[in-house]
């Protein structure tokens, strides 16, 4: 099975840096997602992390240790529109793709 | 327009009746799910497709069936709506060898209210 652990509020400010972790325990292990999910709205792909290390994408970057069961999204430059829930996902390994969804955890950036 | 597009985007309706949301998609690929999110629960799997002839149960399609009419077409049914299926349901299409890596195109989100 799997056990995916991420904080559920955050708060930041803009202009400033905040970093979301997320943790997983998994049978079989792939990849790590994140997704952003502005109120209301669907989930928007974000990144994807198969090795270790960080990928960077402009003010978003996203780490991942695979030996630790570990990850964290590293958001920069806050903007008021960053304010949105930031899901982390695990594709198990395997042909197949059944993605498991963390909870979320809702960033409120303020003024 | 929306490349995964649902119907209805909004329904109320009472307990024991039959409901179905729908799913179309133009992004082409093989994959399709049906996701239903709540508060605090996050995005749960009720049931995946991976091509017409193909349908698997996710971790929790009790209380719900499917039907994958076309590569395009994917539905999820209600055949007997209670409260506790009130929720926020997503489609979503993936295609792994496509060189996206298997992220999900969500659709809009269809959100169904049972009395």
């Known amino acids: 099975g799997q056990n995916i652990d991420q904080p559920t509020e955050m708060t930041a400010t803009e202009g400033a840096i905040v970093q979301i972790n997320c943790t997983y325990q998994?049978?079989?292990?792939?990849?790590l997602f994140w997704y952003q999910q502005h109120a209301g709205e669907a989930p928007t792909f974000l990144s994807y992390n198969v090795l270790d290390g960080l990928e960077e994408k402009g003010r978003f970057s996203s780490f991942l240790s695979r030996s630790k069961g570990y990850s964290y999204l590293l958001l920069k430059e806050l903007q008021m529109k960053d304010s949105a829930s930031y899901l982390c996902?695990?594709?198990?390994?395997?042909?197949?793709?059944?993605?498991?969804f963390g909870t979320g955890t809702k960033l409120q950036v303020i003024p | 327009d929306a490349d995964v597009t649902q119907t209805p985007r909004n329904r109320i309706t009472k307990t024991g009746k039959r409901i179905m949301l729908e799913c179309s998609q133009t992004?082409?690929?093989?994959?399709m799910y049906w996701y239903r999110q709540d508060p605090g629960l996050g995005l749960r799997l009720i049931y995946y497709s991976f091509d017409v002839k193909d349908i698997n149960k996710g971790e929790i399609s009790d209380g719900y069936s499917v039907s994958r009419q076309a590569q395009a077409k994917f539905s999820l049914s209600l055949e007997s709506a209670i409260p506790n299926q009130t929720a926020l349901y997503f489609c979503a299409t993936s295609d792994p060898d496509s060189g996206s890596r298997g992220e999900l195109f969500f659709g809009e989100g269809s959100r169904l209210t049972v009395l």
């Open positions: 992004k082409g690929h093989d994959r």
């Open positions: 998994t049978s079989g292990f792939n990849g």
């Open positions: 996902a695990v594709s198990p390994s395997g042909g197949y793709q059944k993605v498991t």
